[in-house]
C-alpha cells in the first residue's frame, strides 16, 4: 500500500488541493455546518451529510469541507474549447518528483551542491529529511520545534509510513552519490547529482514494474500488454514511442488508482528486529505530525511493520481511520476519503461507470440487472436503492464493486484503466531505464545490475540499523519468503558504473538544477 501512494506522489497531484493541510476555502463552518450557497466561495463543492450518517450524526456533523480542483479555466492556459480540464501540478513522469521536486527551484531548495549530495539533517545520530521552514504552516504542529519535513513533494508529511518512505529514497540517492564520488573521484557535483538520480529511479522503476505492479496488475497482464518483458540479463527494451501521451489520465488519478485507498491500514505496527510487535500507532494520531518517525527506534520498527503486517483487503470496506477520522486534528471525527474520492470523481466530471465498461470493451449495461456479470446481485440491489438509474453509477463506485480479474487487485474496468496508464507511463518516457538509447540509457553491464534492485535491499541499506528482511518485501513472510540477513539479498554493484562513459553534456547553461 505504501508504495502505491509514493508512485501515486510522483505521478500526480490536483491542482489547487491542500492535502492534509486546512484548505484556507471553507466550504462549511469549522464545526461542519453547511454555509448557504450565496456566500459559499464559487470552488466549494460542499459534501453534505445525511441527517442518519451512523458516524458523523454522533457530533452533528452536516457537512464536509470540499473545494473543487483547479482547471484550465482557472489558469492562464490558453483556452482550446471542449470540456473544463483538471490540472496538476507534478510531473506525470515516474521520475521521483516527490524525492528532487517539479522544477529547478524545488529542487534547488533541497540539493546539497556537494559531492551530489541532497540535503538530510542530522539529528541524534540519524541522517533525516531537512525540516520545513515554516514547521506551523505545514503540519499539524503545535509549535516550530516539531519535525516537520521539507522534501520534492508538499504531501510528504501527510502519514509516517509515506515520510519513512520518503526517507529512504532520499538516503538512497546519498547512498548512490557517496559511492560514485568514490569509484570516480574526478566527478564534480552536478555529474554525481545527475548520475546518482539516475540510478536511483532506474532502481524504482524497476522495483515498481517489475515487483510492484505485478501483484496489482498481475504479471501475465503487464506481459500481455507490453508492460513489463521477460528481458534477461543486459537486453535493452526500446520500446519509446513519441506519440505516447504520457500524461496521467483523468480516470486513473480520479478513479481506479484510488481504490487502494481500500488498503490502508488503520493501525501501524511497530516491530522488533525479530518480528516481535513492540506496539502499534493509530493513524489518524499521525496525520501530518511526522516526527513520530524520529521517535527512538520508531524508524526501524515502523519500517519493519509496514513490510510485515499484511495490508487490508483491496475490497469494499475502508478503514475507519480513513473514513471517519481522516486529518482529524485532536478532534472526534474528521473527514472520510471515500466520500472524498467519490466527489472528486463528480468534480473532474468523469465519464459514467458504464460509459468507461464500454470504452474498455466490456459489455454495456442495458439494465441494472446487465451489471450482474461483473457485480454481485445483492450489491446492484444496494446501488439501485442510492441511484435513481444504472446509467448514474459513478466510476469510482461502480470500478470498485467489480469481482477482481484473477491474478490482479482489480476488477476489469479498473484494470483497463491502470493497465492502459502505466503503459503510456513507461512507453511514453523516453528515459525508461530499459531504453538503450545511447546517450541517455544505461549500458547492458549496468542493467543487468539494475535489474536486481528490491525493494528488501532499498530496506536494508536505508533504515538506521535493519539487519535482515524477506527478499520480496511487498508479500507477507512465509516460507518461501522467510527473514534473511540483509547481506544474503542482492545488491546493485556501482562498480559498474567507474568512469564508463563520459558525462554527455553540450551546452553549459542547460544545467538543471544549477544554482
Ligand atoms: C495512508 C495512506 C493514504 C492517505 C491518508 C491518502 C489520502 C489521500 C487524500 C487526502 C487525497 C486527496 C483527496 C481529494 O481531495 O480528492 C488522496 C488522493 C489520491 N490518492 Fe491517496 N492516500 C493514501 C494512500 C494512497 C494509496 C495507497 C494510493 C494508491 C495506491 C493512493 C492513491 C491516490 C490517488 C491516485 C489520489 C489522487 C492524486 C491526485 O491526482 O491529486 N493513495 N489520497
Same mark, same amino acid.
Given at each position: ?21 486546512? @484548505? ?10 453547511? #454555509?448557504?450557497? *450565496?456566500?459559499? @466561495? ?29 482547471? +484550465?479555466? +482557472? ?77 520534492? %513533494? ?34 564534480? +557535483? ?16 524497476? #522495483? ?19 508492460? #513489463? ?9 526500446? *520500446? ?43 493513524? &489518524?494520531?499521525?496525520?501530518? $505530525? ?9 524508524? *526501524? ?17 475502508? %478503514? ?15 473527514? +472520510?476519503?471515500?466520500?472524498? *474520492? ?23 449495461? @442495458? ?21 435513481? &438509474?444504472?446509467?448514474?453509477? %459513478? ?70 540499523? #535493519? ?7 511487498? $508479500? ?40
Amino acid at each position: 500500500m505504501q508504495w502505491g501512494q509514493i508512485i501515486t506522489h510522483d505521478m500526480s497531484m490536483q491542482a489547487g488541493g491542500t492535502q492534509s493541510k486546512k @484548505h484556507p476555502t471553507r466550504c462549511c463552518t469549522d464545526d461542519g455546518r453547511l #454555509i448557504g450557497l *450565496d456566500t459559499a @466561495h464559487k470552488t466549494c463543492f460542499a459534501i453534505i451529510v445525511p441527517p442518519h450518517d451512523p458516524a458523523y450524526s454522533q457530533v452533528g456533523t452536516e457537512c464536509l469541507n470540499f473545494v473543487r480542483t483547479l482547471t +484550465d479555466r +482557472d489558469s492562464n492556459c490558453q483556452y482550446a474549447g471542449g470540456p473544463a480540464e483538471q490540472l496538476t501540478v507534478v510531473t506525470s513522469y515516474l521520475d521521483l518528483s516527490l524525492v528532487y521536486g517539479n522544477s529547478i527551484q524545488q529542487n534547488s531548495d533541497i540539493r546539497e551542491f556537494q559531492g551530489g549530495r541532497m540535503i538530510v539533517e542530522e539529528r541524534n545520530g540519524g541522517k533525516w529529511l531537512p525540516l520545513s521552514r515554516n514547521v506551523t504552516g505545514d503540519c499539524d504542529a503545535v509549535d516550530s520545534s516539531e519535525v516537520c519535513y521539507r522534501s520534492g %513533494d508538499v504531501r510528504v508529511n501527510q502519514n509516517p509510513g509515506l515520510a519513512i518512505l520518503q526517507t529512504v529514497l532520499l538516503r538512497e540517492h546519498n547512498r548512490i552519490a557517496d559511492a560514485l564520488a568514490a569509484l570516480n573521484p574526478h566527478y564534480d +557535483d552536478r555529474t554525481l547529482f545527475q548520475e546518482s538520480r539516475k540510478i536511483n529511479i532506474a532502481q524504482y522503476q524497476q #522495483i515498481s514494474y517489475y515487483e510492484w505492479l505485478p501483484i496489482f496488475l498481475g504479471a501475465e497482464n503487464m506481459l500481455k500488454n507490453r508492460l #513489463i518483458y521477460k528481458a534477461p540479463g543486459g537486453s535493452y527494451v526500446n *520500446d519509446f514511442d513519441l506519440n505516447i501521451d504520457p500524461s496521467v489520465l483523468n480516470e486513473h488519478a480520479t478513479a481506479a488508482f484510488r481504490y487502494f485507498h481500500s488498503q490502508i491500514e488503520g493501525r501501524l505496527d511497530l516491530l522488533s528486529e525479530m518480528r516481535t510487535v513492540l506496539g502499534s500507532l493509530t493513524l &489518524s494520531d499521525w496525520f501530518n $505530525r511526522p516526527g513520530i518517525i524520529e521517535v527512538g527506534d520508531n524508524f *526501524d520498527s515502523l519500517t519493519r511493520g509496514h513490510a510485515t503486517q499484511p495490508e487490508e483487503l483491496t475490497d469494499i470496506n475502508f %478503514d475507519r481511520q480513513i473514513k471517519h477520522f481522516l486529518f482529524r486534528r485532536n478532534m472526534p471525527f474528521g473527514s +472520510d476519503l471515500r466520500s472524498l *474520492d467519490i466527489q472528486r470523481n463528480r468534480d473532474h466530471g468523469l465519464a459514467s461507470y458504464n460509459d468507461m465498461r464500454e470504452f474498455c470493451g466490456l459489455r454495456r449495461a @442495458h439494465s441494472w440487472e446487465d451489471y450482474s456479470d461483473l457485480i454481485s446481485v445483492p450489491i446492484i440491489e444496494k446501488l439501485k436503492s442510492l441511484y435513481h &438509474s444504472h446509467e448514474d453509477v %459513478d466510476l469510482t463506485v461502480g470500478g470498485s464493486l467489480e469481482a477482481h480479474v484473477s491474478g490482479a487487485l482489480a476488477g476489469p474496468t479498473f484494470l483497463c484503466i491502470l493497465t492502459e496508464q502505466f503503459y503510456r507511463t513507461r512507453v511514453g518516457d523516453r528515459f525508461f531505464f530499459e531504453n538503450g538509447d545511447k546517450i541517455t540509457g544505461f549500458t547492458p553491464d549496468q542493467l543487468v545490475e539494475l535489474r536486481k534492485a528490491s525493494m528488501a535491499r532499498l530496506l536494508c541499506d536505508n533504515g538506521n540499523r #535493519i539487519t535482515s528482511m524477506q527478499p520480496e518485501a511487498f $508479500r507477507t513472510v512465509s516460507g518461501s519468503n522467510p527473514i534473511m540477513p540483509c547481506t544474503n539479498i542482492a545488491q546493485v554493484d556501482l562498480t559498474k558504473w567507474i568512469d564508463q562513459k563520459p558525462y554527455a553534456t553540450a551546452d553549459p547553461s542547460a544545467h538543471y538544477g544549477r544554482k
